[in-house]
Antibody, heavy 118, light 107 residues
Framework: QVQLQESGPGLVKPSETLSLTCTVSSVSITAYSWSWIRQPPGKELQWIGYIYHSGSATYNPSLKSRVTISVDTSKNQVSLQLRYVTAADTAVYYC????????????WGQGTLVTVSS | DIQMTQSPSTLSASVGDRVTITCRAS??????LAWYQQKPGKAPNLLIY???SLESGVPSRFSGSGSGTEFSLTISSLQPDDFATYYC?????????FGGGTKVEIK
């Protein structure tokens, strides 16, 4: 059973960089594509971007200028960096596995709450 | 971006009821639609993909239908474990987008 576990600081100051890591267990990250998705408190889900098993990435245009998603194959981890954060970036951040065949998400991490505040 | 509109936003129902949730896309997405269930404090869980394909392990009381711009998720007989929020997601084009959610509450 694949497991995804997000980790990182729960509090980030405005204008700084949010950095999160997703550790994947029971499957090689090179076998699938991976995504980050966020959910502001009480609001809907927002897709942040994908990193494909090829190593290339696709981002939501609304966040593209501030986002980088990368992989560390030696650690079986997927990482998210979001620069110049504001209070609007406060959310639960999820990593999720893209289905092998289509662009829906068949496995999710438990999520981690990141609050942007001074 | 493709906008996904769910209705109703909240639904009150009783155990045993047949429940239908609707999701409308702002342009045609063929059958590239998924449905998720989310419980408080938990991650979403995939129920349906490609509009009508049931994910492995999901009870058969869940079903999906539709194509183009109109889709629905039906729970044939609501169970206590089904009280949750449901989201649709289109994956026809980037950026991937989700609906605003439908909360199914106990009547």
């Amino acid at each position: 059973q694949v497991q995804l576990q997000e980790s990182g600081p729960g509090l980030v100051k405005p204008s700084e960089t949010l950095s999160l890591t997703c550790t994947v267990s029971s499957v090689s990250i090179t076998a699938y594509s991976w995504s980050w998705i966020r959910q502001p408190p009480g609001k809907e889900l927002q897709w942040i971007g994908y990193i494909y098993h090829s190593g290339s990435a696709t981002y939501n245009p609304s966040l593209k200028s501030r986002v980088t998603i990368s992989v560390d194959t030696s650690k079986n981890q997927v990482s998210l960096q979001l620069r110049y954060v504001t209070a609007a970036d406060t959310a639960v951040y999820y990593c999720a596995r893209r289905s092998a065949m289509e662009s829906h998400f068949d496995n999710w991490g438990q999520g981690t709450l990141v609050t942007v505040s001074s | 971006d493709i906008q996904m509109t769910q209705s109703p936003s909240t639904l009150s129902a009783s155990v045993g009821d047949r429940v239908t949730i609707t999701c409308r896309a702002s342009q045609s997405i063929s059958s590239w639609l998924a449905w998720y269930q989310q419980k408080p404090g938990k991650a979403p869980n995939l129920l349906i993909y490609k509009a009508s394909s049931l994910e492995s392990g999901v009870p058969s009381r869940f079903s999906g239908s539709g194509s183009g711009t109109e889709f629905s998720l039906t729970i044939s007989s609501l169970q206590p474990d089904d009280f949750a929020t449901y989201y649709c997601q289109q994956y026809s084009s980037y950026p991937l987008t989700f609906g605003g959610g439908t909360k199914v509450e106990i009547k």
